[in-house]
């Protein structure tokens, strides 16, 4: 088989894979078939970038599992207008898919050399929508609220203060909460007009969300 018929045969498995784990959406299909996973991994790991899960990044991090990427994206009901804000850049793969369904994607992550990796993979793969900035992801980004979206992809004990407050009226933020590393749960925030309605969607596992900035 030719290269060009290999990676579409990849991709054709990779896709049939989220199919089958209950990813419905079109839209955030054909993101996830227009983005190489492969991309954002070194390595012997970049030879498992098409497998369904989550594998180790610089910094003892972890670039997520395929599908609840795509599953969470899904939650996210993200619209071509939407500015939307992700905590936890790890990769930069998350916020990648995001550069394909909304106008502005700003993503923190508290280790520098993440930030610095990812950015150069947006570069590569010329998606000049997304900003990545290090920083404490739990304060926000307060000079570029508010956003419409809000993507958490760390662990918190409990939705974070600040991102509530930075979450538009009509604004949607999807969250995984939780007291310990192993229990966690995806929890879906609508901002209403006189509070925030919550949704629990199914459980995960994510690294915890730590204060600070990373010294690497
Ligand atoms: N979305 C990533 C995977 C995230 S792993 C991807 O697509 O690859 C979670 C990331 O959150 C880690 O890189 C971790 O360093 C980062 N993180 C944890 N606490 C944080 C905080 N307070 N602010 C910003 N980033 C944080």
Do not use: W
Request: aromatic share 6%; hydrophobic share 45%.
């Amino acid at each position: 088989m030719t290269d060009a018929g290999a990676r579409a045969e990849r991709t054709m498995r990779f896709i049939y894979t989220l199919r089958s784990k209950g990813v419905t959406d079109a839209a955030v299909l054909r993101a996830m078939e227009r983005i190489d996973r492969g991309a954002f991994l070194r390595g012997i790991f970049a030879e498992r970038a098409y497998e369904d899960m989550p594998l180790p990044i610089a910094c003892g991090q972890t670039i997520s599992q395929p599908s609840v990427v795509a599953l969470m994206t899904e939650a996210l009901e993200v619209t071509p207008r939407d500015k939307v804000l992700e905590v936890g850049t790890g990769s930069g793969y998350q916020a990648a898919i995001l550069s394909q369904l909304a106008r502005r994607v700003y993503t923190v992550e508290r280790h520098r050399r993440l930030v610095l990796e990812a950015r150069a993979v947006f570069e590569k793969l010329n998606l000049v929508n997304i900003t990545a900035l290090s920083a404490d992801g739990s304060f926000g980004l307060p000079e570029q609220a508010p956003f419409d979206r809000i993507i958490v992809t760390a662990a918190a004990e409990d939705a974070p203060g600040p991102l509530l407050a930075q979450l538009r009226v009509g604004g949607i933020m999807v969250v995984p909460v939780g007291q310990s590393d192993t229990v966690q749960s995806l929890i879906k925030v609508r901002r209403t007009e006189s509070g925030f309605d919550y949704e629990e969607l199914r459980s995960v596992r994510f690294v915890p969300l730590l204060e600070g900035i990373a010294q690497d």
